[in-house]
C-alpha cells in the first residue's frame, strides 16, 4: 500500500512550492519545475494541471494517493482559476489556503468568497511562507485532521 500525501494545487506563482518544503521541513534553495513532484509528506502538483480543465483528469488521478488537499488562493492577486465545486471531485478532505497574506489585505473577501465557491468550508488558513506566518497554525491543523 503507498503512502498518503499532502497534495498542494493552486495557480502559478501562488506559493505552492514555498509552501511544500515549510511541510516537508526542507530549507535548501526552491526548485521550480514543471513535474510533479513527491516530496517526504507532499505532492507538489504543477500549476499547469489547475490552469487547463482537460488536465483535472490527472489530478485527481494524483488525488488517489493523497489523505488531504491544499487548495491554494493568492490574496495578492485574485483571478478566478479553479472550477465552481472543484473540491468536491475529490474523495479526501480539502482545505483552503489564502497564501501571501501580507498582500493586498483588502482581497481575502474575495479569497474567501473563491474557496466557499469551489466547494471549500472554513477554516481558511491565511499563510505567508517567507515570513512564518500562519504556517505553524496550518501544520498542527494537518496533523490533527491526519489523527483522526
Known amino acids: 500500500m503507498r503512502r498518503k500525501r499532502i497534495m498542494v494545487v493552486g495557480p502559478r506563482g501562488c506559493g505552492k512550492t514555498s509552501l511544500v518544503n515549510a511541510l516537508n521541513d526542507y530549507d ?3 526548485r521550480r519545475t514543471q513535474d510533479t513532484i513527491y516530496g517526504k509528506h ?6 499547469a494541471y489547475i490552469e487547463n480543465t482537460d488536465m ?12 488531504c488537499v491544499l487548495a491554494l488562493v493568492d490574496q495578492s492577486r ?10 468536491k471531485a475529490f474523495r ?5 489556503v489564502i497564501s501571501k497574506c501580507d498582500l493586498s489585505p483588502e482581497n481575502q473577501p ?13 477554516p481558511y488558513f491565511s499563510i505567508c ?3 512564518g506566518v500562519g504556517t505553524k497554525e496550518l501544520k498542527r491543523y494537518l496533523l490533527e485532521l491526519k489523527e483522526r
Open 28 to 30: 535548501g534553495p526552491l
Open 42 to 47: 507532499t505532492i507538489d502538483v504543477p500549476s
Open 56 to 67: 483535472y483528469k490527472h489530478m485527481i488521478a494524483l488525488g488517489q494517493d493523497a489523505w
Open 78 to 87: 485574485c483571478p478566478e482559476i479553479y472550477s465552481h465545486g472543484f473540491a
Open 92 to 96: 479526501c478532505p480539502v482545505i483552503g
Open 110 to 122: 474575495v479569497c474567501k468568497r473563491q474557496l466557499r465557491g469551489i466547494g471549500i468550508e472554513e
Open 129 to 131: 511562507v517567507p515570513k
